[in-house]
T-cell receptor, first 116, second 114 residues
């Protein structure tokens, strides 16, 4: 079974600064995806960024980028130029792409607060 | 594309009552998932449908829980004889075959059992 660990329950950052959220995972699979999802207060979860395990290049989406270290099973999220709208719970998630059930396994989340 | 919708958004029920939730996925998505999220936790997988077939159920899904997706479109999740421990946010997500793993989530149904 896969496990996902987010060791930072809460973090805060000043507007316009950069923050990094940590995630580690454990799996014996070789083919998988990793995700960061954002859940704003009282709003639905949306995908922030996705990384395929077979790709060595780190994924980027505008102000969001990841540092994927496959051997270390580490998958951190960097948010640059933080904005007030980035305030949310952030969940790291794992998906085994080699099976027939593409369920997500989530970490417990990190509550990020962006301060003005 | 109106996104994934769930109904109701909130449900308060008394212990022992039955409740049913509905999820309408994005229309062309053949995969549908139910997750449960309790306070301070990430969502946990409950069950998965591909079209109308229920292909996997988590051990979290006791015999009091049943899910259906009768025509491969909307899905229902029923909880019989609710218990206080069933209080949680129930999330539905859908994805397409070619989505490279991306799941689209609905707003959730928050269940409170008193």
């Amino acid at each position: 079974a896969q496990t996902v660990t987010q060791s930072q329950p809460e973090m805060s950052v000043q507007e316009a600064e950069t923050v990094t959220l940590s995630c580690t995972y454990d799996t014996s699979e070789n083919n998988y995806y990793l995700f960061w999802y954002k859940q704003p207060p009282s709003r639905q979860m949306i995908l922030v960024i996705r990384q395929e395990a077979y790709k060595q290049q780190n994924a980027t989406e505008n102000r969001f980028s990841v540092n994927f270290q496959k051997a270390a099973k580490s998958f951190s999220l960097k948010i640059s130029d933080s904005q007030l709208g980035d305030t949310a719970m952030y969940f790291c998630a794992f998906m085994n792409s080699g099976g027939s059930n593409y369920k997500l396994t989530f970490g417990k989340g990190t509550l990020l607060t962006v301060n003005p | 594309d109106t996104g994934v919708s769930q109904d109701p958004r909130h449900k308060i029920t008394k212990r022992g009552q039955n409740v049913t939730f509905r999820c309408d996925p994005i229309s062309e998505h053949n995969r549908l998932y139910w997750y449960r999220q309790t306070l301070g936790q990430g969502p946990e997988f409950l069950t998965y449908f591909q079209n109308e077939a229920q292909l996997e159920k988590s051990r979290l899904l006791s015999d009091r829980f049943s899910a259906e997706r009768p025509k491969g479109s909307f899905s229902t999740l029923e909880i019989q004889r609710t218990e206080q421990g069933d209080s949680a946010m129930y999330l539905c997500a859908s994805s397409s075959r070619d989505a490279a793993g991306e799941q689209y989530f609905g707003p959730g149904t928050r269940l409170t059992v008193t």
